[in-house]
Nanobody, 126 residues
Framework: QVQLVESGGGLVQAGGSLRLSCAAS????????MGWFRQAPGKEREFVAA????????NYADSVKGRFTISRDNAKNTVYLQMNSLKPEDTAVYYC???????????????????WGQGTQVTVSS
């Protein structure tokens, strides 16, 4: 079992930055693919970014490329999402996911993911 706890959300003005953290329990954290997703009101949950040890370059949604950076610290069992140049359309609840495969990590189907955190709210004002 893996438990995920997100933090770092909040209210920020457009153009600002936030760093989200996702702390994971479990001794096999380094082997999991870790990802970030977001869900805006009235919309489906969407992929933001993902990383896994076996893939050199993280994967990003086109909408966040060049602005967001995913990273992980295996010693701390934590994955981060650095968000710069934030836009009002980035407003959403951000969720962390842990998956046993890269295929699952990139899946758009919520039920295919192994573990989810409870989410953290990010609000970007214009």
């Amino acid at each position: 079992q893996v438990q995920l706890v997100e933090s770092g959300g909040g209210l920020v003005q457009a153009g600002g930055s936030l760093r989200l953290s996702c702390a994971a329990s479990g001794r096999t954290f380094s082997s999991y693919a870790m990802g970030w997703f977001r869900q805006a009101p009235g919309k489906e949950r969407e992929f933001v970014a993902a990383t896994i040890w076996s893939v050199p370059n993280p994967n990003y949604a086109d909408s966040v490329k060049g602005r967001f950076t995913i990273s992980r610290d295996n010693a701390k069992n934590t994955v981060y999402l650095q968000m710069n140049s934030l836009k009002p359309e980035d407003t959403a609840v951000y969720y962390c996911a842990a998956d046993s495969s890269w295929r699952k990590a990139l899946s758009k189907i919520t039920s295919e993911h192994d573990y989810w955190g409870q989410g953290t709210q990010v609000t970007v004002s214009s």
